[in-house]
């Protein structure tokens, strides 16, 4: 793999916040959650526990995933249902979001008892589709995923340790596979989790070198993992993100924490933050970084200062950016007739002085 | 915990009494799918292992007769294609496993609509199961020799109550309010069926139901569920009260949400004793044998039930359900859905790489201790 040098590893500095009206709804409690962007659609999931009293006393797990149309950064409409996991096998907890530009979308569903539950939403009648479930104790597991045109890719890690990469045909167009899943052997050993995805690349840490990220493409068309490179970091990396041309990782070195973002085609090195104390979040969305910073929600754009654009009111759930909008989910405590009330706000505010998004075009590692 | 579920599972086996338990039974429902004899043999012999004596077979009337026959009446008539399931059945004999037909499909030729679920004209459902019931009544020559399989029950319908299998299943009156007309269309099918049924084998079980689970919230358009109970009472209506009716059984899927001891959705195995209630007021003896046509825990995430268990919950759960089984009288044989897991039901026995799991094992051994009454000891 090609090696790209640390030099001229820039700081951004913060700028001064100038807030826009967020949009939000609100949910019930502070359940589980996940949200995710899917094209004009903000989608979420939520976990919750329901005691069946009716007969006998038991509890049912579930999951349950909705989309909030959006125009702009601004909800609009009602709620659209989506799919529902019940289980018995154990807790849930939401799992990673994974929407593209078209508006369909993925969920790897998480949760105690059970592998993680690969399912995609939708099919034309707006059923979804299962990918990839097998619900054998020490059977292969779904560490990362993502929509990539026609398909949904995946990595598995199997029990023996190795990995693959499958791509799944979810076209419903006439004359394409629908269900075809094929499998490729993906020469990766991820550590602790580091691995994303992205349309056309797959990123990770590997477990021999915890100190650089390796990337290697997907092309369109084709099924296995080429190519590739590998992204010195200044110390251990302790989170990785993924866009189509942006690899951003957030590394410890010594006791000192920063955030980097490597563009590509070059992968200049930019740093977005640093400090003493991690970041509670962190996002990456086509070109733009998103981090919860104390009790702020701040986006970072190429050339152009870290900036605050969300001040929170609670602690800070989840974050997502598309790169044009950042979508944050804080725990709300209210009162309300003289009760103390839990709330979760979905929160989106729009990303000020958005960068152009890349094109469709294959990413170049 | 896994331990001690499948210990749980294990004791309930060593604890289960051998006499009066219901039929243990499974159902391949992929193997319809695949026409090739040799996959047809694999799947037979795979299902044979798991010590069933009985299986339910799907019989797609829009696959055997795509075209009208001229004479549907006749198994012979060149319309029919039923090489299918004459491969299925016979190789199902070879292995000394006995099978109860239920129809599904209407071919675009037998209703108003074209769809595959549509509410079929009765006469034309009619003959249908008419000839099913000839072809396989035991004296039906084979192509190349032989007579072909004998089965134990047909049922003329699967799942009349779900939109899925049959539509409509709500009119809109000119009122604009929806109501119910799947009892009815049903009614009109079994009237039909049961007379053409018992004239191609006498000795045959018509079974009535096959009825999904679902609760009775009141129709809201054209594809509402019919809950069971509500769907049994409309029935019971349209076929005109009393205790002549034309079936000798009725037939229930039951996939809780739930443990089955504690699952309470209707129907339930703790709601079986109203289930069976409204059913014994249909029979001459008020005694409606009952047969649990599909039951299932599923072990990960599928669009269809959206509910599924661990593994070894499965395990444990299938074992109570054979074991609540034993409880309820009327209940002869219940049909553990499916074999082997595919995209769309993830509750085999077999995963989809026909490597087993746990409730393979608690099945196979429920299978060999239980005691076959009379009814159901012999082959047709």
């Known amino acids: 793999m090609p090696t790209i040098a640390l030099a001229g590893l820039a700081t951004i500095a913060v ?26 659609n903000l989608a979420y999931a939520v976990s919750t526990a329901t005691t069946i009293t ?5 509890t049912i797990h579930r999951t349950d995933t909705y989309r909030l149309p959006l125009a702009a950064a601004r909800l609009t409409g009602a709620r659209i249902d989506g799919m529902v996991l019940r289980t018995s096998a154990g807790r849930t907890t939401a799992g990673p979001i994974f929407g593209d530009d078209t508006g369909r979308f993925g969920i790897m569903a998480t949760g105690q008892g059970f592998p993680p539950q690969v399912v995609f939403c939708c099919l034309a009648d707006r059923r979804d589709l299962p990918v990839e479930a097998d619900g054998r104790v020490g059977g292969s597991i779904a560490v990362a995923a993502t929509l990539d045109g026609p398909l949904l890719r995946y990595v598995l890690r199997d029990p023996d340790g190795g990995h693959r990469l499958v791509s799944y045909t979810v076209s419903e167009a006439p004359g394409q596979p629908f269900a075809q899943r094929i499998s490729r052997p993906l020469d ?37 993992a080429v190519g590739g490179l590998t992204i010195p970091q200044p110390g251990t990396v302790l989170r990785l993100h993924l866009t189509r041309r942006m690899v951003v990782t957030l590394v410890r070195r010594g006791g000192v924490f920063q955030l980097i973002r490597f563009d590509g085609p070059a992968w200049t090195p930019t740093v977005v933050w640093s400090g003493a104390k991690a970041p509670a979040l962190t996002a990456a969305g086509d070109r733009t970084v998103a981090l919860v910073n104390g009790g702020f929600v701040q986006q970072q754009v190429p050339g152009r200062a870290r900036r605050t654009v969300l001040r929170l009111r609670g602690a800070a759930a989840a974050i997502a950016t598309d790169g044009r909008r950042i979508a944050a989910l804080e725990r709300l405590s209210t009162r309300r007739r003289g009760r103390a009330v839990r709330q979760s706000a979905i929160v989106v505010v729009p990303v000020v002085g958005p960068p152009g ?3 469709t075009g294959r990413p170049l590692p | ?49 798991t010590g069933a004596k009985w299986t339910r077979v799907d019989i797609d009337w829009s696959y055997v007769a795509p075209t009208r026959p001229a004479n549907a009446d006749d198994p012979d008539d060149p319309a029919y294609d039923w090489s299918r399931y004459d491969t299925m059945l016979s190789a199902l004999r070879d292995k000394g496993v006995g099978v109860m037909i239920t129809l599904l499909g209407t071919p675009p030729w037998a209703s108003t609509t074209g ?17 099913v019931a000839k072809r396989y009544s035991g004296s039906w020559p084979k192509r190349g020799g032989g007579l072909l399989p004998a089965v134990r029950s047909i049922s003329p319908r699967n799942e009349p109550n779900i939109d899925l299998m049959t539509s409509p299943q709500c009119r809109r009156l000119a009122n604009g309010r929806w109501v119910p007309a799947s009892p009815r269309a049903y009614a009109a099918l079994l009237r039909a069926a049961y007379p053409k049924i018992k004239a191609g084998n006498p000795r045959v079980i018509v079974v009535a139901g096959e009825t999904a689970a679902g609760d009775n919230g009141g129709c809201r358009n054209a594809s509402t569920t019919i809950g069971t109970f509500d769907f049994v009472k409309l029935l019971h209506t349209a076929l005109g009260g009393g205790r002549k009716m034309p ?21 339930s195995w703790r709601t079986m004793p109203q289930l069976t209630a409204l059913l014994n007021r249909m029979h001459p003896k008020g005694r409606m044998p009952v047969i649990i046509s599909e039951t299932s825990y599923a072990t990960t995430y599928t669009a269809y039930h959206r509910y599924f268990v661990s593994e070894a919950q499965q395990a444990a759960y299938i074992d109570l359900t054979y074991k609540l089984a034993g409880r309820q009288p009327q209940v002869e044989v219940v049909v553990y859905f499916n074999l082997q897991d595919h995209r769309a039901w993830t509750a085999g026995l077999f995963r989809d790489d026909w490597t087993a799991k746990p409730s393979l094992q608690v099945f196979r051994r429920r299978a060999a201790a239980t005691a076959l009454t009379a009814k159901w000891a012999s082959l047709p």
């Open chain 1, 15 to 40: 700028a001064v916040p100038a807030l826009a009206a967020p949009s939000e709804r609100r949910v019930r409690d502070w359940p589980r959650m996940s949200i995710g962007f899917s094209g004009d």
């Open chain 2, 247 to 267: 079936f000798d059984a009725w037939a229930q899927h039951m996939h809780p949400v739930g443990p089955p001891d504690r699952a309470a959705f209707f129907p």
């Open chain 1, 54 to 58: 009716v007969g006998g006393r038991y």
């Open chain 1, 357 to 359: 998004a890349y094109a």
């Open chain 2, 115 to 131: 769809k595959w679920n549509a509410a079929p004209r009765p006469a034309d459902g009619g003959s249908f199961a008419g000839a």
């Open chain 1, 188 to 224: 990766a050993q991820p550590s602790g989790g580091l691995i994303a995805m992205a349309p056309g690349v797959i990123a990770w840490v590997d477990r021999r070198n915890a100190t650089e990220v390796r990337v290697a493409t997907t092309p369109s068309g084709q099924f296995d």
């Open chain 2, 1 to 49: 915990m896994r331990r001690l579920v499948t210990s749980l599972a294990l004791a309930l086996v060593a604890a289960a009494p051998a006499f009066g338990a219901p039929v243990v039974a499974i159902q391949d429902d992929q193997i319809s799918n695949d026409p090739n004899a040799e996959t047809i043999a694999y799947r037979v012999a795979q299902l044979a292992s």
